[in-house]
């Protein structure tokens, strides 16, 4: 344990790190986002697979990021419904949002056939 001076030293690098890398990721400024990883950096994703290295993980952020198909997940509340008048319904869905020609819209929808298959073709392309 450092002093109190060297653990604040420590926060506010830790903090700006923090904000440097939401804005490199809202941005998509890979660069940016891979420059504060160490060169032995590891990116662990959610499907298991791990990406090992700097220049490994800002290629293929890099690729995610460049393309026109997003997956949304979107959650939701539904009152007053002619069914179930008093009941509130919760739902959650996945939607898979594509760019054609400049616009974006809706491709996939709940339970539409090849949802899950877009979601696992999606990630594993990358």
Do not use: N, Y
Not at 4 to 16: D, F, H, L, M, V
Not at 77 to 85: N, S
Not at 116 to 122: C, D, L, N, R, T
């Amino acid at each position: 344990m450092g002093s109190i001076r060297e653990r604040g030293k420590g926060r506010a690098e830790i903090t700006s790190i923090l904000g440097r890398w939401e804005e490199a990721w809202r941005t998509h400024d890979m660069t940016a986002f891979a420059s504060l990883l160490h060169e032995d950096g590891v990116w662990l994703l959610w499907t298991g697979d791990v990406w090992t290295g700097r220049r490994v993980i800002e290629e293929r952020h890099a690729a995610v990021h460049k393309t026109d198909a997003v997956i949304v997940r979107s959650c939701s509340v539904l009152t007053g419904d002619e069914r179930a008048p008093t009941e509130v319904v919760r739902s959650r869905k996945f939607l898979v949002v594509t760019r054609r020609q400049g616009v974006w819209k809706v491709s996939r929808g709940p339970k539409a056939e090849g949802l899950v298959h877009a979601v696992i073709v999606h990630w594993a392309d990358i």
